[in-house]
């Protein structure tokens, strides 16, 4: 019964493209975000949701655009795909976001890679 | 975002105790102290979490120095399972954001 899915676990794409990765939770939280890790495993927020609201949003291009239909999903939409764009993209939930107790629980990634 | 400095690598032996350290000498009152994990190809796990006082669960301890300028995550019986990468992340009342470093690798020797 997994807490943090996300799919696809992988996406092999060409440049230019553009692409959807999905994400839900079913554990009933309230905030969710999107990480990137790139080449160099350094793993980066991207957005956070709380309550289908954008709360972060880290000076991310435009070309990528986050979508939260409720509450357990969030989903990140990229057009017009670029090299610089492959990376491993997880997601992840907390329970409120906004203590410093909150945990995140991540989700098992989704590997892209544009060619 | 307050900064953490991380070993980059530890290596130790299977069931021995190991002692990973943190400095975080610009914590201020209200961060929490965070440790989060990355086993290979997974998302990172959340470890432990504490702001002035030890603490222990059933995964690890940790030890917070007094001054909260540094802090150890202990695991006291180190498995094959407990190779990954390990993150100590100050968490900010508010912040709604965790801010990952470069980590330690820990190596777990047979």
């Known amino acids: 019964d997994t807490a943090v899915s996300q799919t696809p676990k992988y996406l092999v794409t060409q440049m230019g493209n553009d692409k959807s990765i999905k994400c839900e939770q079913n554990?009933?939280?309230?905030?969710m975000y999107w990480y990137k890790q790139d080449s160099k495993k350094f793993l980066k927020i991207m957005f956070s949701y709380n309550n289908k609201e954008l709360i972060i949003n880290e000076t991310v291009p435009n070309r990528f655009s986050p979508k939260s239909p409720d509450k357990a999903h969030l989903n990140l939409h990229i057009n017009s795909l670029e090299l610089g764009d492959s990376a491993v993209y997880f997601c992840?939930?907390?329970?409120?976001?906004?203590?410093?107790?909150?945990?995140?629980?991540f989700g098992p990634g989704t590997r892209l890679t544009v060619l | 975002d307050a900064k953490t400095t991380q070993p980059n690598s530890m290596e130790s032996n299977e069931e021995e105790p190991v002692h990973l350290p943190c400095n975080h000498s610009?914590?201020?009152?209200?961060?929490?102290i965070h440790w989060y994990r990355q086993l290979p190809s997974q998302g990172p796990e959340y470890v432990i979490h504490g702001l002035t006082s030890n603490v222990n669960n059933r995964m690890a301890s940790l030890a917070i120095a007094e001054d909260r300028k540094s802090s150890t995550l202990i695991l006291h019986r180190a498995t094959l399972r407990d190779a990954a990468v390990y993150y100590c992340?100050?968490?900010?009342?508010?912040?709604?954001?965790?801010?990952f470093g470069q980590g330690t690798r820990l190596t777990i020797n047979p």
């Open positions: 992840a939930s907390s329970l409120q976001g906004l203590a410093g107790t909150d945990t995140q629980y």
């Open positions: 554990l009933g939280h309230d905030t």
């Open positions: 992340i100050l968490m900010r009342q508010g912040a709604q954001k965790l801010v």
């Open positions: 610009t914590i201020s009152g209200t961060d929490y």
